[in-house]
């Protein structure tokens, strides 16, 4: 976010917590076609906001349609400016996703190898649900739905 007046403009770097209580009333809101939603864990004593969940409803077209995935992030001290962690609760078998532990891989997800303070957890979610339906992850066979990590 740039802020000037004048000639001389200054960059101004929204605190953390700012950042995380713009994204949580955003997620409350609802995005888009409501198949990728976010918000804060049950955790109340998370004072902090590192906690999230995730929902992805599986895209159109591919062996996820219909599906309803949960996932957990956690943003730790250094969000935004290094990504959240990322995790599949529900199992799911996809190319960037470990298949022990529901991990996604920084570095097998571009959006996360390649971070920038800009991105959101929505962006996340939203990459996640179109790396469902890329050609390398829409047709693999998925474990029973309703299994989790």
Known sequence: MTIGGGGASSNVVVPRNFRLLEELERGEKGI???????????????????????????????????RIYQLKLFCDKDY??????????????MACVNPDT?????????????WQREYTMENILTQ?????????????VQPPEGTFF
């Not at 996640?128 to 693999?140: I, V, Y």
């Open 102 to 114: 529901g991990l996604v891989e920084g570095k097998k997800l571009h959006m996360l190898s390649n």
């Open 80 to 93: 935004p400016d290094k990504p959240p962690t990322v995790r599949f609760h529900s199992r799911i078998n």
């Open 32 to 66: 888009g076609d409501g198949t990728v939603s976010y918000g804060m864990d049950d955790d109340g004593d998370d004072i902090f906001m590192r906690s999230w969940t995730g929902t992805i409803i599986g895209p159109l077209n591919s062996v996820h349609e219909g």
């Open 128 to 140: 996640l649900k179109k790396e469902m339906a890329a050609p390398h992850n829409r047709k693999l």
